[in-house]
Nanobody, 123 residues
Framework: QVHLVESGGGLVQAGGSLRLSCATS????????MAWFRQAPGKEREFVAC???????YYEKSVKGRFTISRDTNNNTGYLQMNDLKPEDTAVHYC?????????????????WGQGTQVTVSS
């Protein structure tokens, strides 16, 4: 059975940094794409970043240059380093794993989800 557990969210001032972690079990990150999505109140869940089975990385335009997605394949843990945070980054952030190798910006492409971690950025 696959489990994903996020941690690392919190409250930070604008311009600050947070590092989110996604501990996985029941899958191997070299065989699955892993992504981060986020959902702000009253909005749809949106794509943030993805790393595919071979390590190729994709970012949503508004986070490129500020966020870095990575993974540790030894312990099957994913990360999202978030720098220069802005109030518009405030959202519940979710990690997700695909049932196959490839990244996609569509949430329905991801079979496994964590419970989410709240990120709040104050101005």
């Amino acid at each position: 059975q696959v489990h994903l557990v996020e941690s690392g969210g919190g409250l930070v001032q604008a311009g600050g940094s947070l590092r989110l972690s996604c501990a996985t079990s029941g899958l191997t990150l070299t065989e699955h794409a892993m992504a981060w999505f986020r959902q702000a109140p009253g909005k749809e869940r949106e794509f943030v970043a993805c790393i595919n089975w071979s390590g190729t990385i994709y970012y949503e335009k508004s986070v490129k240059g500020r966020f870095t997605i990575s993974r540790d394949t030894n312990n099957n843990t994913g990360y999202l380093q978030m720098n220069d945070l802005k109030p518009e980054d405030t959202a519940v952030h979710y990690c997700a794993a695909a049932s196959d190798f490839y990244c996609n910006v569509i949430r329905e492409s991801f079979a496994y989800w964590g419970q989410g971690t709240q990120v709040t950025v104050s101005s």
